[in-house]
Nanobody, 116 residues
């Protein structure tokens, strides 16, 4: 089992920045990849960014050049640095981890609101 706890969400003005953190605990060595998803009201949950063992990253087109995902193995934490935030980035952001058996784990989510 893997437990995930997100933090760092909040209210920010358009053009501002936030850094989300996701602390993992439990069977850390079993994690093959981690990702951030988001879900806006009335919309489906979408993959925002992912990082796999070896450091390869992937981003949805709408955040390329603005968001950056990274993983600190020493702290068992994955980060999502979000710059140049737009109102359409408003959503609940969820941390996800997948183990080598393909089983996924989710955090509780953290609200990000971009508004003036």
């Amino acid at each position: 089992q893997v437990q995930l706890v997100e933090s760092g969400g909040g209210l920010v003005q358009p053009g501002g920045s936030l850094r989300l953190s996701c602390a993992a605990s439990g069977s850390i060595s079993s994690i093959s990849g981690m990702a951030w998803y988001r879900q806006a009201p009335g919309k489906q949950r979408e993959l925002v960014a992912s990082i796999i063992s070896g450091g390869r990253t992937n981003y949805v087109d709408s955040v390329k050049g603005r968001f950056s995902i990274s993983r600190d193995y020493a702290k068992n934490t994955v980060y999502l640095q979000m710059n140049s935030l737009k109102p359409e980035d408003t959503a609940v952001y969820f941390c996800n981890a997948v183990n080598y058996r393909g089983i996924g784990f989710w955090g509780q989510g953290t609200q990000v609101t971009v508004s003036s």
